[in-house]
């Protein structure tokens, strides 16, 4: 059975740093095929895709983001860590880590972890 | 960027009754070496996170209620619930997966009448 499970601050100041960290279960990012990634939800609004990490340490982010992210993973601990550098207060949201694999495609998140609400306040 | 919008915005319908939702995109998401759509439909309800419902445009993920279709192709798709129950109220978003970014409509509210 899969899981997904965000942590990391509650509360962020502007410019401050953020990092989420995910810790999954029922897969590994040793195999081939697999990934996981960021998607991030404003209160009240829609989806954003943000960054997605493959098994082989290949990254994709979104590109009006990108300059501000960073992705790496901890294989031996089943975690992956996102930064998101200078935050903003339109940065709050919701921060959902998901799993995505070549078995259906990358792309298709099967898997979303519960969510973790980051607000961006002074 | 493939820019997806949705129709309508929300909607009520009775229980009992179909509710179509549709989907466009900017750019076709068809694939022309596989002729596959990369367009997925989620289902969110509130308080938690999006559960993937369709893929493929009109695959079923494991597990979803027949009542839940998919069709399209190009640019155009519809997520069609055949007879609404209570606990399809929701807000439904479609996505792309043929280009990055990968990104989401907007989201449509299905509420009961």
């Known amino acids: 059975q899969i899981t997904l499970k965000e942590s990391g601050p509650t509360l962020v100041k502007p410019t401050q740093t953020l990092t989420l960290t995910c810790t999954f279960s029922g897969f590994s990012l040793h195999t081939s095929g697999v990934s996981v990634g960021w998607i991030r939800q404003p209160p009240g609004k829609a989806l954003e895709w943000l960054a997605l990490i493959y098994w082989d340490d290949d990254k994709r982010y979104s590109p009006s983001l990108k300059s501000r992210l960073t992705f790496a993973k901890d294989t031996s601990k089943n975690q992956v860590v996102l930064t998101v550098t200078n935050m903003d207060p339109v940065d709050t949201a919701t921060y959902y880590c998901?799993?995505?694999?070549?078995?259906?495609?990358?792309?298709?998140?099967?898997?979303w972890g519960q969510g973790t609400l980051v607000t961006v306040s002074s | 960027d493939i820019v997806m919008t949705q129709s309508p915005d929300s909607l009520a319908v009775a229980l009992g009754e179909r509710a179509t939702i549709n989907c466009r995109s900017s750019?076709?998401?068809?694939?022309?070496?596989?002729?596959?759509?990369?367009l997925t439909w989620y289902q969110q309800k509130p308080g938690q996170p999006p559960k993937l419902l369709i893929y493929?445009?009109?695959t079923r993920e494991s597990g979803v209620p027949d009542r839940f279709s998919g069709s399209g192709s190009g640019t155009d798709f519809t997520l069609t619930i055949s007879s609404l129950l209570a606990e399809d109220v929701a807000v439904y978003y479609c996505q792309q997966y043929h280009s990055l970014p990968w990104t989401f409509g907007q989201g449509t509210k299905v509420e009961i009448k």
């Open positions: 998901v799993h995505s694999s070549n078995v259906m495609a990358f792309g298709v998140f099967d898997y």
């Open positions: 493929w445009a009109s």
């Open positions: 750019q076709s998401v068809l694939n022309s070496s596989n002729n596959k759509n990369y």
